[in-house]
């Protein structure tokens, strides 16, 4: 359960802070998780919110890859939440199933495309060690870009610190969802 009560009605806000609502609920089509609890400090959620629309709106990251980089952060995070409400969004994106289940399980990237074990690969080397190696940074760059390298170390990025808003204040998954095993547990 949620550590601390989320604000998912606009009614809840005082009239100074509803836009911050209509900001989220236009974007998201609802305020949950994350955002029904950022909205305890004004200004935090919407600000929030502008950082990750940056990442994807009109971004030359597939939709796909940009979803596999948010699950990857999600396993390395240990983050339920964050996996349970994108899971869906990447495979209607068309991100490969092979994919997720190595996202799942931390499992070996060798057998899938290169789009997809480059970004697997950059977000753990990220979340493991903070760093990435010059082999992997100089492929990536060579494949994709500086503006595709660049919003997808954001998006890794973001989404570290939304998994530990996420599991700092016990952020449910959301309930029928699919769901990350937790650590140590079989698939």
């Known amino acids: 359960m949620t550590r601390i009560e989320p604000i998912p009605d606009k009614a809840q806000l005082p009239s100074e802070q509803e836009h911050e609502w209509d ?42 890859l940009h979803e596999l980089a948010i699950l990857a952060v999600a396993y390395e995070d240990d983050a339920p939440y964050q996996w349970s409400v994108h899971v869906a969004g990447a495979r209607a994106a068309g991100l490969s199933d092979a994919a997720i289940e190595v996202a799942r399980a931390g499992a070996d990237s060798s057998h899938l495309d290169d789009d997809e074990r480059g970004v697997i690969e950059l977000c753990r080397q990220l979340c493991r060690t903070n760093r990435v190696d010059q082999a992997t940074f100089d492929a990536l760059m060579a494949r994709h870009g500086q503006r595709w390298l660049v919003l997808v170390i954001a998006t890794i990025g973001l989404y570290r610190s939304v998994a530990a808003f996420n599991n700092a204040f016990e952020i449910d998954p959301v309930a029928g969802d699919d769901q990350l095993p937790a650590r140590g547990s079989p698939l």
């Open 23 to 64: 900001a989220i609920f236009a974007e998201r089509g609802r305020v949950r998780g994350p955002f029904a609890v950022m909205l305890h400090s004004p200004g935090l959620a919407s600000g929030f919110l502008a950082n990750l629309k940056g990442t994807h709106d009109g971004s030359v990251v597939s939709p796909a």
